[in-house]
């Protein structure tokens, strides 16, 4: 990595002579660089999923909005309750291994993505960035970015309400408010039910946007406020008996406590300023976020009718990040752009448990009250995280056809973790400095109007702090740090005057110390995985048949695999794991979707999506079947709305998506089919 600063220096000296070759602006994205440009430009696979298509398909959750996205899996629910959700994305399924960025800021801040308050109500566009971001987000990102982003402020208002299977039923607006040349303002709120054919399972969520943008002191300003509550009935995953699912339990059985619950409050702000430094674009945000979390939730432990056979705990937790960004676009010639700046993330986390062994019957319907039965241990935990880097990235045309992208950044992290539990109380600290950093290259083979084709390549290096899965247990061990670095290579272009574009690629990722699942005396913990290694091939296209007529087909072959991890599955026998792939991983994904969207009468999409074999241990001895998911959905507009009725899941199979990170050898299944009947007005 020391290497890429004098590549840094070597592009800024010699560019100065080139002239850069004209783009077709035809698909921007801003995730990649922090610069608006053409997706044709970037060195890396990039997907842009424009808002208007999410409104005409209905598509309400991450799931439904990626489903046709090369190379990422969105499994609905999971740990995080039924309003949170597991991405998968080159071959990696993990609830903390991908970035999720909202309006330009890390979503979960110095912690794990906060999926269960993500709102896609008024969102303008969806950016997928595959693989890591090592030098524009650092040390918070493996398999990729998801980049949500909203309308702007003073957008057109809209309103929507549904109501649909299981007692779910919405209502939301979005309304420009007063416009003055200097202020644009815009607010949006939206009240969410939604229910499962599975026992006690659902989720209430309460968001709030404001959102303001204006222009004083020679600069622009921004400013947004976030509000959101969430109140979760979570579902219990499926346990497994030797190498299948076990059918001594329901599938939609219920074995929480009777009391559980996934509360939520958060409230984020904030604020942006931008304007010149030097000439040069400046631009400076700064956001504040606060969480306050009660848990009451149980597994399984024991496939029996003996009592007790489950384990529960109860929580009470607050999260405070800061995010804070400051960075300038400095154009040194017409061929050269230098991107440099720094951030920081800070995160402050306090957890008091409480773990009790409780009854719950197999049939379902959930088990006794926390309060009702005695608690076991308890525990206090307190953990404060810093990540902050100064960084530097280049784009260099170095002839009309050949483009270079050169980054590099100086990571200092530090975490600190106090714990007080049956052991008494300890702590332990931990920091590192380290460079990550990246390079790519891209090749014009062809432009022709508004056609091109671009080959590319990357490499990325790149680390991360372990996660926290804020279980019951207080472990005051601070794990290694995962690193990873990898290759990428492929082509993407544009044909037919623009109507087909289309991606494939090919990666590979060498990964160290990945933080997984394991069990401590019945308890549940984390643990570093030794080396892994995934590698993989993805294309996509999107084609336009007519001005209302858009398909769409992703497809994966995703191989991952343990390279050197030693695991004891039974005490005193260990296992050497290399060779095998990892759980819940399949060969192949696939989706396709045809959208059918006039600006007036009748419109439908249909949406098809393939998820192949894959194991569900470590040691591949549960083999779980591929399985076929299809969606569809019929409206018809006028001209100030649209009345609409969707259904997802429509071959109702309930395959397990997620194993549980706190329930041993459990796994959540995908949720029953579904319908919604929806009414949206333009005003």
Do not use: C
């Not at 272009?493 to 997984?516: A, K």
Request: charged share 20%; hydrophobic share 40%; proline share 6%.
């Amino acid at each position: 990595m020391r290497k890429l600063l004098p590549l840094l220096l070597l592009a800024a000296s010699v560019a100065s002579a080139q002239t850069p070759v004209p783009v077709q602006h035809e698909v921007i994205e801003v995730t990649a660089t922090r610069v608006a440009e053409d997706v044709l430009n970037v060195p890396a696979s990039v997907t842009v999923i424009d808002g208007d298509e999410l409104r005409a398909r209905n598509a309400t959750d991450l799931a439904s909005a990626l489903a046709t996205v090369a190379g990422v899996s969105i499994a609905p629910g999971g740990e995080g309750g039924p309003a949170g959700a597991v991405p998968e994305m080159w071959g990696l399924r993990e609830f903390d291994a991908f970035l999720l960025v909202v309006d330009g800021v890390p979503w979960g801040g110095a912690f794990n993505p906060d999926l269960p308050t993500l709102d896609l109500t008024d969102v303008d566009r969806i950016e997928v960035l595959r693989g890591s971001a090592p030098v524009m987000y650092g040390a918070t990102s493996f398999v990729g970015v998801i980049h949500v982003i909203h309308r702007a402020p003073g957008a057109p208002g809209t309103g929507r309400v549904s109501a649909g299977s299981y007692g779910s039923g919405s209502a939301a607006v979005s309304l420009p408010l007063s416009q003055t040349p200097d202020l644009q303002q815009s607010i949006s709120a939206n009240a969410d039910r939604r229910g499962f054919r599975d026992d006690n399972t659902g989720f209430d969520r309460y968001h709030a946007l404001y959102r303001a943008s204006g222009t004083a002191s020679g600069g622009t300003f921004r400013f947004d406020a976030d509000v959101s509550a969430v109140r979760q009935d979570p579902n219990s995953p499926h346990p497994r008996i030797g190498t299948a699912l076990t059918r001594d339990v329901p599938i939609d059985a219920n074995h929480n406590p009777g009391d559980a619950h996934l509360d939520q409050d958060r409230i984020h702000l904030v604020g942006g300023w931008e304007s010149k430094l030097g000439g040069s674009p400046w631009t400076s945000t700064i956001a504040v976020s606060h969480s306050t979390y009660g848990i009451v939730r149980g597994f399984l432990t024991d496939v029996s009718a003996a009592s007790p056979n489950a384990f529960g705990f109860t929580q009470d937790r607050t999260v405070n990040d800061v995010y804070f960004d400051t960075h300038i676009v400095r154009t040194i010639s017409p061929a050269l752009r230098v991107v440099a700046g720094f951030d920081h993330l800070y995160g402050n986390a306090h957890a008091t448990s409480a773990t009790f062994n409780y009854f719950a019957p197999l049939t379902g319907g959930r088990g006794e009250r926390s309060g009702d039965v005695p608690v076991f241990e308890q525990f206090d935990a307190r953990d404060r995280r810093n990540f902050s880097g100064l960084y530097a990235s280049s784009q260099w045309t170095a002839s009309p056809r050949l483009h270079f992208d050169l980054g590099a950044r100086l990571n200092r992290t530090s975490e600190s973790r106090n714990t007080n539990g049956p052991d008494g109380p300890q702590s332990e600290t931990r920091s590192f400095t380290r460079l990550s950093g990246s390079a790519g290259v891209d090749y014009t083979l062809f432009t022709r109007d508004r056609d091109a084709m671009v080959l590319f390549a990357d490499y990325r290096n790149t680390f991360k702090p372990a996660a926290i899965d804020f279980g019951p247990e207080a472990e005051v061990d601070i794990l290694n740090p995962e690193t990873a670095s990898s290759y990428e290579v492929g082509a993407k272009g544009r044909l037919d005057d623009s109507r087909l574009r289309w991606t494939v690629s090919l990666f590979q990722m060498d990964f160290s110390n990945l933080v997984i699942a394991t069990t401590v005396n019945g308890a549940p913990a984390l643990e570093n995985a030794g080396k892994e290694r995934f590698k993989g091939a993805e294309a996509e296209l999107d084609y336009e048949w007519a001005s209302d007529v858009h398909t769409h087909f992703g497809y994966s072959y995703h191989d991952s695999r343990f390279r050197d991890f030693v695991q004891e599955f039974d005490p005193g026998v260990p296992t050497q794991l290399a060779g095998r792939r990892l759980e819940m991983t399949p060969f192949n994904l696939a989706g396709a979707g045809v959208l059918y969207a006039p600006k007036s009468g009748f419109n439908a999409n249909v949406l098809v999506n393939y998820v192949g074999g894959r194991w569900l241990d470590m040691r591949n001895t549960a083999p779980a079947k591929p399985y076929t998911t299809w969606s569809a959905g019929i409206g018809y507009r006028l001209s100030h709305g649209e009345l609409r009725l969707d259904g997802w899941n429509l071959s109702n199979v309930r395959p397990p998506i997620a194993e549980s990170e706190l329930g041993d050898a459990q796994y959540y299944l995908l949720p029953a089919r579904s319908f919604d009947i929806s009414y949206r007005h333009f005003f």
